[in-house]
């Protein structure tokens, strides 16, 4: 029988420890005129303000949320999120720019000049074109590489939010479920032993090697469900599996080139970026995300635990099972199109839910955004920080990704 939902100070308990922190610093002290002192008949002065700490956070269920997967939860945060659709605009401003300032970034000489006349010459604007060497630069190279980190960006960054909710784990990533091991073991088999290489390609190998590696997490669950434990740990054994496949391969069959060329795309890059890829991740990344943003009530049900989450009406296992799909879904796009790309997701979730908190109506959005905002400059400073020779995109957010998850840690008091 399921236990009664929480209430008041139970719920409080419940909170994730970013909520509680918020909760905390958000009480506040008013006062009320006593019912008394409105009472017929009574005379003399008033009697003192009695003051009245708001309520912490609750959590609320009743009959209109029975059979339903979704949960209300209200959480005083009100000072983190203040002027929501200002700070929003704000960001998707600093994304716009970032965008266009990466494109300049690189070996080659780029102007804003050049960039508005390659993107007015595609638009039909009657402006002078650019010499067809620089305006290929610009258009077949740059732009899909800055608009694909963007993608990835976002994909990651809310996949990374999710799994959190979902595991109950604050180092999941996506590639916990070893979909990314799964993605460099079908890369490297295209490339390495040649299967599938004329109807498959690189690209489509490591997506093909991503699905099979979450079926074969979903057959490992299959009897044991889809507890957060579970799927932490089989996701480990899987990624762990598939990492010792790719290295027996690459050991066995490839040569010197092969090897450092595999190695190269393990750590990621936005080099092989094209407008098809784009194509592709432009469909599938806003398809995901919003999928993930109309789960945001049941992932912060789930961020209270499993057996909270039913009391509430959640489906678990439902619901569940489509956040992994959707979040395999977008790394395996992701890791097939540039490569195995770490830390995004583990960082920016806990960045973003420090400065607007814990609740995911308000905490992915912001992810997507950083998380673009993240990718796209880290790829900038890839091109350039050993220019002419570009550093795998993967080594850089790792060098930038420790010292920032210990900012973190420190900032939450868990360092």
Known sequence: MPADPPTGRQAADLLLPSARE????ERRVTTVRPAAARSAGEEGPAPAARPVVTAPPVVTA???????????VRCAV???????????????VVLTASLAAAVRIGTADIGWTDLARTLGTRIGLDVEPLPPLLDSLIWDLRLPRVLMAALVGASLAVCGAVLQAVTRNALADPYLLGVSSGASTGAVTVVVLGIGATTLGVTGGALVGALLAFGLLLILLR?????????VLTGVVVGQ?????????????ADADTTRAVTHWLLGSMAPARWDTVVVCAIVTPLGLAAAWLCSNALDGLAFGSDTAASLGIGVRHTRMLLLVVTAALTAVAVATVGAIGFV??????GVRFLVGPLH????PYAALAGAVFLVWTDALARIVFAPREVPVGVITALLGVPLFL???RKRGEL
């Open 407 to 409: 900012l973190v840690l």
């Open 223 to 231: 009897r044991t469900g889809l507890d957060s434990v579970r799927i």
């Open 345 to 350: 997701g583990l960082i920016v979730p806990h």
């Open 78 to 92: 009100a000072g983190r999120t203040a002027h929501p659709l200002l700070l929003l605009l704000l960001a998707t």
């Open 361 to 364: 109506r308000v905490l992915l």
């Open 241 to 253: 599996l598939l990492t010792a496949l790719t290295s027996l391969v690459l050991m066995a069959s």
């Open 62 to 72: 009743g009959p209109a949320l029975a059979g339903r997967s979704a949960v209300i």
């Open 22 to 25: 918020a909760v905390r610093e």
